[in-house]
Nanobody
Framework: QVQLVESGGGLVQAGGSLRLSCAASGNIFRIRTMGWYRQAPGKQRELVAT???????NYADSVKGRFTISRENGKNTVYLQMNSLKPEDTSVYYCTWVEYNYWGQGTQVTVSS
C-alpha cells in the first residue's frame, strides 16, 4: 500500500505564491518519477510538472518560468513552488508516482483576481 499526501494549497491573490508538498509513504522501494497534475472544474486533468530521481524536470508550457518542481529523495517528498500565480492556475493539484500510477487526494489552489 502506497500513500501520497499533498499539503500547502489554499487561497492566494493573483501574483502571489504557494508551495505544495507531497509525501509518499508505504511500500516504497524506489520512486523514479514524481509529478504534479491539476484539474479545474469541467476540464481534463493536465500535466503541470514532473521530476525524476536524477532531477530531470519537465514542465507544461503554461507554468514554465513560474513554477519549480523539486524533490528530496531520502524523504520521498516532492514540492511545487508556484510563483506569479494567475486566476487560471485555480485547480485541484494532484501528486503522482508516475511509474505506478499512484495518486494523492488532491489539494485545492484558488487564485483570486
Amino acid at each position: 500500500q502506497v500513500q501520497l499526501v499533498e499539503s500547502g494549497g489554499g487561497l492566494v491573490q493573483a501574483g502571489g505564491s504557494l508551495r505544495l508538498s507531497c509525501a509518499a509513504s508505504g511500500n516504497i522501494f524506489r520512486i523514479r518519477t514524481m509529478g504534479w497534475y491539476r484539474q479545474a472544474p469541467g476540464k481534463q486533468r493536465e500535466l503541470v510538472a514532473t521530476i525524476t530521481s536524477g532531477a530531470s524536470t519537465n514542465y507544461a508550457d503554461s507554468v514554465k518560468g513560474r513554477f519549480t518542481i523539486s524533490r528530496e529523495n531520502g524523504k520521498n517528498t516532492v514540492y511545487l513552488q508556484m510563483n506569479s500565480l494567475k486566476p487560471e492556475d485555480t485547480s485541484v493539484y494532484y501528486c503522482t508516482w508516475v511509474e505506478y500510477n499512484y495518486w494523492g487526494q488532491g489539494t485545492q489552489v484558488t487564485v483570486s483576481s
